[in-house]
């Protein structure tokens, strides 16, 4: 029986990634997403496409190499054969929030999984959360941490994660204040489901059924082991503002019609 196993991780092998050119220049880039061939190469366009699972991009590579699609002439498609360190480098990434959501609701419905915050608190040190600001303004800083209970009810695995956010800024209004506590409330509630996503594994069977499994990690709390003190990575504002951008330019095809 054909098993296909997805990672809650930026796909990063070749076997995930296809490679697509010969796009005519008659599409722009506000079009379709795409990158401009360099100037040794002829006029137009190249893209490539990652997938969550290999079966689906090696499906999609053989219906679609060959076809004219969106064009007059056919395209190019191929499997990605890159080797280099920095297309590699995104191996062990994990999805944004956003992709975490996408990923779970497609394979397992939107009442195949659910998340609970056990707790959610203010970490800010009092001797630290305030200075005056050489302008007038005042210099702050806001810390925030979440423990969070993912749970597969269907497959009976539970698994917990934590994380800590913390921004740095100058408060000129008593609303930015407010802002800021709103916004750093939701952003340690997505990272702590981030990271509890992280050591899902989704097994896809060939007769389409999925099943969940759980990797054994150092990292990895125990519902027993979550009533002391927890030590996780504080992670800055500057860090969620690229994973926003990046989900926003990235384009993830989970399968083909």
Same mark, same amino acid.
């Given at each position: 029986?054909?098993?296909?196993?997805?990672?809650?991780?930026?796909?990063?092998?070749?076997?995930?990634?296809?490679?697509?050119?010969?796009i005519q220049p008659s599409h722009s880039e506000a079009?379709?997403?795409?990158?401009?061939?360099?100037?040794?190469?002829?006029?137009?366009?190249?893209?490539?496409?990652?997938?969550?699972?290999?079966?689906?991009?090696?499906?999609?590579?053989?219906?679609?190499?060959?076809?004219?699609?969106?064009?007059?002439?056919?395209?190019?498609?191929?499997?990605?054969?890159?080797?280099?360190?920095?297309?590699?480098?995104?191996?062990?990434?994990?999805?944004?929030?956003?992709?975490?959501?996408?990923?779970?609701?497609?394979?397992?419905?939107?009442?195949?999984?659910?998340?609970?915050?056990?707790?959610?608190?203010?970490?800010?040190? *009092?001797?630290? +959360?305030? $200075? #005056?600001?050489? !302008?007038?303004?005042? =210099?702050?800083?806001?810390?925030?941490?979440?423990?969070?209970?993912?749970?597969?009810?269907?497959?009976?695995?539970?698994?917990?994660?934590?994380?800590?956010?913390?921004?740095?800024?100058?408060?000129?209004?008593?609303?930015?204040?407010?802002?800021?506590?709103?916004?750093?409330?939701?952003?340690?509630?997505?990272?702590?489901?981030?990271?509890?996503?992280?050591?899902?594994?989704?097994?896809?069977?060939?007769?389409?059924?999925?099943?969940?499994?759980?990797?054994?990690?150092?990292?990895?709390?125990?519902?027993?082991?979550?009533?002391?003190?927890?030590?996780?990575?504080?992670?800055?504002?500057? *860090?969620?503002? +690229?994973? $926003? #951008?990046?989900? !926003?330019?990235?384009? =993830?095809?989970?399968?083909?019609?």
């Open positions: 029986m054909e098993v296909d196993i997805l990672e809650f991780t930026v796909p990063a092998e070749n076997n995930k990634t296809l490679f697509v050119w010969d079009q379709i997403y795409v990158c401009q061939n360099s100037a040794l190469n002829p006029q137009g366009f190249y893209a490539l496409i990652k997938f969550y699972s290999a079966a689906q991009a090696a499906k999609a590579q053989q219906q679609t190499d060959g076809r004219p699609l969106l064009q007059s002439c056919p395209l190019k498609v191929r499997l990605s054969s890159k080797h280099s360190s920095s297309f590699l480098s995104d191996s062990s990434r994990p999805l944004s929030h956003a992709r975490c959501l996408e990923l779970a609701n497609y394979c397992l419905g939107f009442n195949g999984w659910t998340s609970d915050i056990i707790t959610l608190k203010e970490l800010t040190n *009092e001797e630290e +959360a305030e $200075e #005056e600001h050489e !302008v007038g303004g005042r =210099w702050m800083r806001l810390k925030f941490g979440c423990l969070l209970q993912l749970s597969f009810p269907y497959h009976r695995q539970t698994t917990r994660a934590a994380a800590v956010v913390e921004d740095c800024f100058t408060c000129t209004a008593p609303d930015l204040l407010l802002q800021k506590r709103c916004k750093l409330q939701r952003m340690v509630r997505e990272q702590a489901l981030v990271n509890a996503f992280a050591p899902v594994l989704l097994v896809l069977l060939g007769n389409g059924k999925v099943l969940v499994e759980l990797k054994q990690t150092s990292e990895q709390f125990l519902p027993d082991e979550t009533e002391g003190l927890l030590q996780v990575k504080v992670s800055s504002w500057s *860090e969620f503002a +690229a994973d $926003e #951008e990046e989900a !926003v330019k990235e384009e =993830w095809d989970l399968t083909v019609s």
